[in-house]
C-alpha cells in the first residue's frame, strides 16, 4: 500500500490556472501508474488523468486535453496536474490514485483499477 497526500486545490476564477501535486509516501513510488480522478457534486467519479511508471505514456480524458498537463518526478515521489484555462466546469473534489505493479507499464484510467486513493482536494473555479 501506498499513502498518497494531494495538495494544490483551491478557488480560481475562469480562465486561471492551478497545479496539483500528490505525494507518495512509498520508495517503489517508481513503480507505481499514478492517475488524477474528479468527481462533481451528483456525478460519477472519472478520470482526467494518468501516466505510467515510466512516464513514457500518459491519458487525458476529451474534456481536458490541451489544458491539463499530468507528470511525474519519481525522485521526489510527487505526480503533478498542472490545470490550465479552467472553466466553471472543472469544479469537482481531485483524487490522487496509484496502482503498482511487479512488471509490466500498463496505463490504467478506470476507478477499478486503482488500489490507492488520496484524500482529495477541492478545486471550484467561479465564473
Known amino acids: 500500500q501506498v499513502q498518497l497526500v494531494e495538495s494544490g486545490g483551491g478557488l480560481v476564477q475562469a480562465g486561471n490556472s492551478l497545479r496539483l501535486s500528490c505525494a507518495a509516501s512509498?520508495?517503489?513510488?517508481?513503480?507505481?501508474?499514478m492517475g488524477w480522478f474528479r468527481q462533481a457534486p451528483g456525478k460519477e467519479r472519472q478520470c482526467v488523468a494518468a501516466?505510467?511508471?515510466?512516464?513514457?505514456?500518459?491519458y487525458y480524458a476529451d474534456s481536458v486535453k490541451g489544458r491539463f498537463t499530468i507528470s511525474r518526478d519519481n525522485v521526489k515521489n510527487t505526480v503533478y496536474l498542472q490545470m490550465n484555462n479552467l472553466n466553471p466546469e472543472d469544479t469537482a473534489v481531485y483524487y490522487c490514485?496509484?496502482?503498482?505493479?511487479?512488471?509490466?507499464?500498463?496505463?490504467?484510467?478506470?476507478?477499478?483499477?486503482?488500489?490507492?486513493w488520496g484524500q482529495g482536494t477541492q478545486v471550484t473555479v467561479s465564473a
Open positions: 501516466i505510467n511508471w515510466s512516464g513514457t505514456g500518459s
Open positions: 490514485a496509484a496502482k503498482g505493479f511487479n512488471y509490466g507499464d500498463a496505463l490504467l484510467t478506470a476507478v477499478y483499477e486503482y488500489d490507492n
Open positions: 512509498r520508495r517503489t513510488f517508481s513503480k507505481y501508474c
